[in-house]
């Protein structure tokens, strides 16, 4: 069964300083892949997205991603975080179907 | 532009007691729409989905149902409610092309006592 597999749940990240955020995926042909953001108490919101083609993708406030077949990882990456960032990122694929896969999800937390 | 707007907000309710959430979306034609389950502080579990208005697929079985009687309407329900259904539901939907993203409620938060 496919998975999403987020191995970090919880990161703390100074404001100002560059972030990460792992995600892992096991589909063995190329999956449409997306990051969601929620804030305290919100829905899930859009990110970005990755379909077949440039591996990195570049999103919303300053988010980009980059696919890697080899690795089977979208990381989530910001070259400098706001205190605004702190929210729950979740990965997830699309892989055929009506299912989409979503991963575990990773706490951001800023530091003053 | 699309909308999607979720009702009611929160929700307080005893066990044992029903329960019947509704999402709505509109500036869309036949989207495809799916219900989630999250826990505090989970991922999100799907529970639901349905392609066109009158079907209905389930994901898990959690002792919940779903229907959807419009094209822009989607409703989950439960005649008795238990304690781990408590958690936040999310109402999402998507286009008919597989590859289109999902696009989420701002949900409803239920507390079951």
């Known amino acids: 069964a496919q998975s999403v597999t987020q191995p970090d749940a919880r990161v703390t990240v100074s404001e100002g300083a560059s972030l990460q955020l792992r995600c892992k995926y096991s589909y063995f042909g190329t999956p449409y892949l997306f990051w969601y953001v929620q804030y305290p108490r919100q829905g899930l919101q859009l990110l970005l997205k990755y379909y077949p083609g440039d591996p990195v993708v570049q999103g919303v406030n300053g988010f980009e991603a980059e696919f890697s077949k080899s690795n089977s990882s979208f990381h989530l990456r910001k070259a400098s975080v706001h205190w605004s960032d702190w929210a729950v990122y979740f990965c997830?694929?699309?892989?055929?179907?009506?299912?989409?896969?979503f991963g575990s999800g990773t706490r951001l937390l800023v530091s003053p | 532009a699309q909308t999607i707007h979720q009702w009611p907000v929160a929700e307080i309710k005893a066990v044992g007691s029903p329960l019947s959430l509704g999402c709505t979306i509109k500036g869309k034609s036949s989207p495809n729409l799916y219900w989630y389950w999250q826990a505090t502080g989970g991922t999100l579990q799907q529970l639901f989905y349905?392609?066109?208005?009158?079907?209905v697929e389930s994901v898990v079985q959690l002792n919940l149902s779903a229907s959807r009687p419009k094209d822009d309407q989607f409703i989950l329900s439960t005649e008795k409610l238990l304690l781990s259904h408590s958690g936040f539901y999310l109402c999402?939907?998507?286009?008919?092309?597989?590859?289109?993203?999902?696009?989420f409620g701002p949900g409803t938060r239920l507390l079951v006592l």
């Open positions: 997830a694929e699309w892989t055929g179907g009506y299912k989409v896969v």
């Open positions: 349905s392609i066109t208005v009158g079907q």
């Open positions: 999402a939907w998507r286009g008919q092309f597989n590859q289109d993203t999902q696009y």
